[in-house]
């Protein structure tokens, strides 16, 4: 019965993690327990010999597609070269061939101990269950070497750095990324808030300026990410085709030197800081995985020493003022940045050697200081556990608890469903269609996917950016598509908010405008994609298989 099982490593933690059904969480403490604690004895030179194949595959998979050798990359050029983060964590092909069954024994020895690991329970259990499953099946693991935790290590460059990468791709893409203060920083969540301001979607000032007025980009974004050490703040325009990029790159310098100067408004500051509350509120729906509570915990202890972390963090975004964010993007955006241009490759292009010829960043002077953990303050406990009995057996599983359903009918025929569940306070409404893209046999391919994305943009009273405004000012997200047998129009909304965004939600179902302008627009952006698909196997498999399936007809 389980769910979201994986382990995953990135540039602070390595984690392992599973959903497992209350009735099975016996069996995953011991499989947890039996990883951390009882391994090495069982790691031979077979099995990491098969794991490198399968990291060094993963490897591939994540550099043979298009942009794929970006962040390598920029981690290069960004960050000095005895910094923890200048290269990626997955490593060269080099040193994962050079990888020993020494080196992996070693590095298990100085950072699997208790002391170096947090464990977190959460869901269908108390504390005091919590504790005892943690004693029972963790306690009697030693706690390890002392770790040497570093310091944040801010190095932004000291003038602009710029490089080229081909690849092949279907348009050239711009990449602008800044070093900027750490994960847990006051200075993260106010280049948070500014970040959304100049590139969080539709309503940002470089989309309104590169792609609805000056039509020069596909798309365009900014975002930082938050990091121990140091976060990276970046950029990022798909520049059409045809278009020099060296056009983009100085609007995109005209409106990060107008940011600077004037801040953002207090209404763009206002819906940024909704943006962020309804994003927090949204990740806590989920139990743990690819985020969700447990994760939120997680991470507050291991980078912070504190799993309630992110109350400090929410109370920062809501008390950021236009000054505040106005000063710090001043401090950071006017410090260097890396500006790198991704263009199309030719048909010879060699990715290989155009990436040795990168010039990386050189030494710093100095590191971080390192921050020792008290050593000899920690014991064991004693376990009653008996391994040689094997893996605890689940033999039953708890009844799926599904909510009541009621049901009603409108005057117009339109039937009504009502499922209630209170773990976030957030609604969900789904209107759903019943016709889809087959519908589009003998006509044009394509029509009801095009038509529904055109109805989430104008509506008779509101054109697109009014609508996006008014859906980011309620922390709102709307959404509408087709799959193959029907169509759908979503409303995620915050409870507080739920019924002007309702409203808006109403609006945007019944009176769509269908809008030249908007076609147009996303006319170009649906052909980019198509592009951008041809240059990918998987999308090109995807696009032949069905007629080879299903005929031409």
């Given at each position: 019965?389980?769910?979201?099982?994986?382990?995953?490593?990135?540039?602070d933690?390595?984690?392992?993690?599973?959903?497992?059904p209350?009735?099975a969480l016996?069996?995953?403490?011991w499989l947890?327990?039996?990883?951390?604690?009882?391994?090495?004895?069982?790691?031979?030179?077979e099995?990491?010999?098969?794991?490198?194949?399968?990291?060094?595959n993963?490897?591939?998979?994540?550099?043979?597609?298009?942009?794929?050798?970006?962040?390598?990359?920029?981690?290069s050029n960004?960050?000095?070269?005895?910094?923890?983060y200048?290269?990626d964590?997955?490593?060269?092909?080099e040193d994962?061939?050079?990888?020993s069954l020494a080196?992996?024994?070693?590095?298990?020895?100085?950072?699997y101990g208790?002391?170096?690991t947090?464990?977190?329970?959460?869901g269908?259990?108390?504390?005091?269950?919590?504790?005892?499953?943690?004693?029972q099946?963790?306690g009697?693991?030693?706690?390890?070497?002392?770790v040497?935790?570093?310091?944040?290590?801010?190095?932004?460059l000291?003038?602009?750095?710029?490089g080229?990468?081909?690849?092949?791709?279907?348009q050239?893409r711009i990449?602008?990324?800044?070093?900027?203060?750490q994960?847990?920083?006051?200075?993260?969540?106010?280049?948070?808030?500014?970040?959304?301001?100049?590139?969080?979607?539709k309503?940002?000032?470089?989309?309104?300026?590169?792609?609805?007025?000056?039509?020069?980009?596909?798309?365009?974004?900014a975002?930082?990410?938050p990091f121990?050490l140091?976060?990276q703040?970046?950029?990022?325009?798909?520049?059409?085709?045809?278009?020099?990029?060296?056009?983009?790159?100085?609007i995109?310098?005209?409106?990060?030197?107008?940011f600077?100067?004037?801040?953002p408004?207090?209404?763009?500051?206002?819906?940024a800081?909704v943006?962020?509350?309804?994003?927090?509120v949204?990740g806590?729906?989920?139990?743990?995985?690819?985020?969700?509570k447990?994760v939120i915990?997680?991470?507050g202890q291991?980078?912070?020493?504190?799993?309630?972390a992110?109350?400090?963090?929410l109370?920062?975004?809501?008390a950021?003022?236009?000054?505040?964010?106005?000063?710090?993007?001043?401090?950071?955006?006017?410090?260097g940045?890396?500006?790198?241009?991704?263009?199309?490759?030719?048909?010879?292009?060699?990715?290989?050697?155009?990436?040795?010829a990168?010039?990386?960043?050189?030494?710093?002077?100095?590191?971080?200081?390192p921050r020792?953990?008290?050593?000899?303050k920690?014991?064991?406990?004693?376990?009653?556990?008996?391994?040689?009995?094997?893996?605890?057996?689940?033999?039953?599983f708890?009844?799926?608890?599904?909510?009541?359903?009621?049901?009603g009918?409108?005057k117009?025929?339109?039937?009504v469903?009502?499922a209630?569940?209170h773990t976030?306070?957030?609604?969900?409404?789904?209107?759903?269609?019943?016709?889809?893209?087959?519908a589009d046999?003998?006509?044009?391919?394509?029509?009801?996917?095009f038509s529904?994305?055109?109805?989430n943009?104008?509506?008779?009273?509101?054109?697109s950016v009014?609508?996006a405004?008014?859906?980011?000012r309620?922390?709102?997200?709307?959404a509408?598509?087709?799959?193959l047998?029907?169509?759908?129009?979503?409303?995620?909304?915050?409870?507080?908010?739920?019924?002007?965004?309702?409203?808006?939600?109403?609006?945007?179902?019944?009176?769509?405008?269908?809008?030249?302008?908007?076609?147009?627009r996303?006319?170009?952006?649906?052909l980019a994609?198509?592009a951008?698909?041809?240059?990918?196997p998987?999308?090109?498999a995807?696009?032949?298989?069905p007629?080879l399936?299903f005929g031409?007809?």
């Amino acid at each position: 019965g389980t769910t979201d099982m994986n382990g995953t490593t990135w540039f602070d933690r390595t984690n392992y993690f599973e959903t497992v059904p209350t009735t099975a969480l016996d069996t995953a403490l011991w499989l947890e327990s039996d990883r951390m604690g009882h391994l090495l004895g069982a790691i031979g030179q077979e099995e990491l010999d098969t794991q490198r194949g399968v990291v060094q595959n993963e490897k591939r998979q994540g550099e043979n597609r298009p942009y794929g050798r970006v962040d390598q990359n920029i981690l290069s050029n960004l960050f000095p070269a005895n910094h923890p983060y200048q290269h990626d964590t997955i490593g060269s092909m080099e040193d994962l061939d050079a990888a020993s069954l020494a080196d992996v024994k070693q590095w298990f020895n100085d950072n699997y101990g208790a002391a170096n690991t947090t464990l977190v329970l959460a869901g269908d259990i108390t504390v005091a269950q919590a504790r005892a499953k943690a004693l029972q099946y963790f306690g009697d693991i030693p706690s390890g070497k002392p770790v040497a935790r570093q310091q944040p290590w801010v190095t932004p460059l000291a003038a602009q750095k710029r490089g080229v990468q081909h690849d092949h791709v279907s348009q050239p893409r711009i990449y602008r990324t800044w070093a900027a203060p750490q994960l847990g920083s006051d200075a993260a969540i106010q280049l948070d808030l500014a970040t959304t301001v100049l590139g969080g979607g539709k309503t940002s000032r470089l989309y309104q300026r590169l792609v609805y007025q000056d039509n020069l980009v596909d798309d365009v974004s900014a975002a930082i990410q938050p990091f121990a050490l140091s976060s990276q703040v970046q950029i990022q325009a798909d520049v059409k085709d045809g278009v020099d990029p060296a056009k983009v790159e100085a609007i995109i310098d005209e409106e990060l030197k107008k940011f600077i100067a004037q801040g953002p408004t207090a209404d763009e500051l206002q819906r940024a800081q909704v943006a962020y509350r309804a994003g927090f509120v949204r990740g806590l729906e989920k139990v743990g995985g690819f985020g969700g509570k447990a994760v939120i915990l997680a991470e507050g202890q291991v980078y912070r020493g504190d799993p309630g972390a992110y109350k400090q963090d929410l109370q920062r975004g809501q008390a950021a003022t236009v000054d505040s964010v106005k000063q710090t993007a001043a401090t950071w955006f006017g410090k260097g940045d890396y500006l790198l241009t991704v263009l199309p490759a030719g048909k010879d292009f060699d990715p290989a050697a155009e990436d040795k010829a990168v010039v990386a960043r050189g030494e710093e002077p100095g590191k971080p200081a390192p921050r020792l953990p008290a050593a000899g303050k920690y014991k064991t406990t004693a376990s009653t556990l008996d391994r040689s009995k094997g893996v605890p057996q689940t033999s039953q599983f708890p009844d799926l608890s599904f909510p009541q359903l009621q049901r009603g009918k409108l005057k117009n025929g339109v039937e009504v469903i009502l499922a209630e569940r209170h773990t976030i306070p957030v609604t969900q409404v789904e209107l759903l269609f019943d016709a889809g893209y087959a519908a589009d046999q003998g006509n044009k391919l394509g029509t009801a996917s095009f038509s529904a994305a055109l109805m989430n943009e104008s509506t008779a009273a509101l054109d697109s950016v009014e609508v996006a405004q008014r859906r980011q000012r309620l922390g709102a997200i709307t959404a509408v598509g087709c799959d193959l047998d029907s169509c759908s129009a979503s409303l995620d909304a915050l409870n507080d908010q739920l019924q002007p965004s309702l409203q808006l939600f109403s609006d945007i179902v019944r009176n769509p405008a269908f809008k030249a302008a908007d076609i147009e627009r996303i006319r170009g952006q649906w052909l980019a994609g198509i592009a951008q698909e041809k240059t990918q196997p998987n999308s090109l498999a995807l696009r032949a298989l069905p007629p080879l399936l299903f005929g031409q007809n």
